[in-house]
Structure formats: C-alpha cells, structure tokens
C-alpha cells in the first residue's frame, strides 16, 4: 500500500496546489495504476474526488443505466456495443470519466492530504532514500516533519560513515541541505550543499572500482543548487563560506587541494563544460589515488 499512498496523496496535493488533472496524470506515470483513467477511477470509487458535474463511480454507472441506455450511449460515443452489461459499463466509464468536467476534492481527501504532509517533505528532499522506510521512520517519529527529516538524514549519514557507503553519505547531506531549503532556510541549505560538494571533491570513504568509474566529482545537480541559492541571496562572501565549510569538514585525506577545489567551484558555478572538468580532476587527482 505504501507505494499507492505515495502516488494519491501525490495526485491529490498536485490538485490542491491549483494544478490541473491532465497535467498531473501523464500515461505510463502511475506505478500501482495502469493508466489515467484506472488512477482517476480509484479516486474516484474511494471518495477522494467528485466530479463537479456529479459523482459516479462505475458501480453506480450500472445501477443507474440499463444494457439499452449504455448501448445508446455507447452508440453516441462512436463505441462497441457487443458484450455483457459489465463490459458496456467498463467501455463507457473512461469516456463519461473523460468528460464529467473538472474535479474536485473531497473532504476525505483533504483530511488525508493534511495527515500526510510529511509525503511532501519526502517529495522534496528524501526521494533517493525508500519511501518505505521512511514512512516507518515517520510512524515512530514524536518530532515535526522537519526535524523528524533531519534526523533520518543524521542516522542514514551515521550509517554510511560505519558501513564505508560514500555515495549514500553523500546523498544523505544533500538530501539534509533540501530539508532546509523546505523549511525556507536557505542559508543552511547552501551550508550542507557547499559541504557536499568539498567532500564530493576530497572523499573521505574509498570507492570500489565499480563506484568509482561511474562517479561524478563534480555532480550538475549540486552545482544548480549552489548557482541558484548564491544568484538569489546575498549571503556574504562564498570565498569565506567555502573557507569555513572546508575547515568544519574535517577532510583528514585531501584529494584536491583547497584552492584548486574553490577554483573548480568557481569554474563551475560559470557554467563550464562539467564533463570536461570531471575529466580533468579524474586525470590529474583522482585515478592515482584510487589506483585506476
């Protein structure tokens, strides 16, 4: 069940934030569902929407009409009217489905929307980490969302220092800095996000070959976060930021000097062929350390 809940509650807080159904519900997006129409038909039988033209679920679709007024229906719509009465109501209901109007959402809905907002957070921050088990974490959790999030990250960090896992360490404090950006402290947010990106630069685990060949020194997505928090605020020198950051990290094995790794940043954030700068810090740093 925990996977569909993630995708309803999904749905259902799309539409609450002013999106419209056809945008949210694109073929072959449903996990759980099989298509739109199977997604909007649960919704629907479960009460967690209503047309504003009138409720109906395929169930009172066939209470309500006769196996002569479906085929005439059917008929209007340009559709097959062989089969028994289940098969005409099957055929039929997607195209009424299609065509009842706009949705809206019931109070049921609303109601779960607010006893899983924490499905937002994890939307947000969490998604590298399984929905599964943060949903127990959650259940067992006396904290809010926010610091409920903050302390998943602080364990699975814990967790990946223990097991040599760098890659979910990594992951972990990125996932940390976008649980502060959630709760719109941006300034933190661009804390972690720095840290991610020196330890990217100077890994504190080794890598196995494996790991290793397809890892990114320099990952896009953190670069995008870091450009677009400096570009937005003004928080004061990022040379001296990066200063403190590289001295809270504790890097004891330094892959990349610091200078070289603030000038990297910098090519970078300028929008430099990232690929090309991978390469580069592979060739000149990387493969002699991790003896490729």
């Not at 019931?106 to 599964?132: C, G, Q, S």
């Not at 020196?198 to 953190?222: E, F």
């Not at 020198?237 to 603030?262: E, G």
Request: hydrophobic letters at 40%; proline letters at 1%.
């Amino acid at each position: 069940m925990s996977e569909q809940k993630l995708e309803i509650f999904n749905v259902l807080n799309f539409l609450n934030s002013g999106y419209e159904l056809d945008d949210i519900l694109k073929e072959g997006n449903f996990g759980t569902f099989s298509s739109a129409d199977e997604c909007i038909e649960y919704l629907v039988e479960n009460n967690y929407l209503e047309a504003k033209g009138g409720l109906f679920t395929k169930e009172s679709l066939a209470k309500k009409h006769t196996v002569a007024q479906l085929k005439e229906l059917l008929k209007k719509h340009g559709l097959k009217v062989s089969g028994k009465k289940q098969d005409l109501v099957d055929r039929l209901f997607p195209v009424l489905n299609e065509n009842s109007g706009d949705y809206e959402l019931t109070e049921k809905a609303k109601e779960f929307i607010k006893e899983n907002e924490w499905i937002d957070l994890y939307m947000f921050a969490l998604v590298a980490f399984r929905f599964e088990d943060y949903e127990t974490y959650v259940e067992t959790s006396t904290e809010d969302n926010v610091h409920t999030a903050l302390n998943f990250c602080d364990e699975i960090i814990s967790r990946s220092l223990m097991a040599n896992q760098f890659l979910v360490f990594i992951d972990a404090l990125s996932a940390k800095a976008h649980v502060y950006a959630y709760d719109g402290d941006y300034e933190t947010f661009l804390d972690y996000d720095l840290q991610r990106f020196i330890i990217g630069l100077n890994p504190i685990m080794t890598m196995d070959a494996q790991t290793y060949s397809s890892y990114d020194i320099v990952n896009a997505a953190n670069i995008i976060n870091l450009k677009n928090v400096t570009d937005r605020f003004d928080f004061g020198s990022l040379k001296k930021r990066f200063d403190k950051i590289w001295a809270k990290s504790h890097i004891t094995t330094i892959t990349v000097p610091k200078k070289v790794s603030y000038k990297v940043l910098q090519k970078a954030l300028s929008g430099a062929d990232l690929d090309e700068l991978n390469f580069d810090l592979k060739e000149k740093y990387f493969n002699k350390r991790f003896g490729i």
